[in-house]
T-cell receptor, first 107, second 117 residues
Framework: DAKTTQPNSMESNEEEPVHLPCNHS???????IHWYRQLPSQGPEYVIH???SNVNNRMASLAIAEDRKSSTLILHRATLRDAAVYYC????????FGTGTSLTVIP | GAGVSQSPRYKVTKRGQDVALRCDPI?????LYWYRQALGQGPEFLTY????????KSGLPNDRFSAERPEGSISTLTIQRTEQRDSAMYRC???????????????FGPGTRLTVL
């Protein structure tokens, strides 16, 4: 399975936008890009996914580069409840989570 | 509706004992996944099922680990002759459709914290 690269950690001020980057230079044409997040002491939860076009849902937006070798998860207004580890995953037969980005939200 | 449930939530066992971890997926979900998660790490894939068929067990660390889903619903992950290095959070997830290269959202259970003394 193709792998992803994310920064280990990021910080954001509360109520400001957050852009979480992910590089996936070996992505194949049929791989969907998934984002999950894991709040402290909980299991991972789905955030958003996309293939080629930018996507929006109630939780976040996903911006996908034209060559699909990178993507960015956008939280429009970070809240303290958004503090979590965010995983960027390419969908194959299994999910490879990696170590994700630990987001700290500063009040 | 009810989410994915796992039992027990906590399991403490002595080295050399066998343990069985149970996962009850969301009703009607076709696919079921097992992961292991060490502290500070992301979930590590172990194995997955479509219905009762085990599709991929490449992530199972060794032959002490096995999993079954005999009726296509509840699954059991069994670890024989446990070792201290098996201590971790074991998570189960289920999804609605067979993974086919397209998207299938996985819903995770609360996990079973296994401690091997």
């Amino acid at each position: 399975d193709a792998k992803t690269t994310q920064p280990n950690s990021m910080e954001s001020n509360e109520e400001e936008p957050v852009h979480l980057p992910c590089n996936h230079s070996t992505i194949s044409g049929t791989d969907y890009i998934h984002w999950y997040r894991q709040l402290p002491s909980q299991g991972p939860e789905y955030v958003i996914h996309g293939l080629t076009s930018n996507v929006n849902n109630r939780m976040a937006s996903l911006a996908i580069a034209e060559d699909r070798k990178s993507s960015t998860l956008i939280l429009h207004r970070a809240t303290l409840r958004d503090a979590a580890v965010y995983y960027c995953i390419l969908k194959g037969d299994q999910f490879y989570f990696g170590t994700g980005t630990s987001l700290t939200v500063i009040p | 509706g009810a989410g994915v449930s796992q039992s027990p939530r906590y399991k403490v066992t002595k080295r050399g004992q066998d343990v069985a971890l149970r996962c009850d997926p969301i009703s009607g979900h076709v696919s079921l996944y097992w992961y292991r998660q060490a502290l500070g790490q992301g979930p590590e894939f172990l194995t997955y099922f479509n219905y009762e068929a085990q599709q991929d067990k490449s992530g199972l660390p060794n032959d002490r680990f096995s999993a079954e889903r005999p009726e296509g619903s509840i699954s059991t992950l069994t670890i024989q002759r446990t070792e201290q290095r098996d201590s971790a959070m074991y998570r189960c997830a289920s999804s609605q459709r067979v993974p086919s290269g397209r998207t299938n959202t996985q819903y995770f259970g609360p996990g079973t914290r296994l401690t091997v003394l």
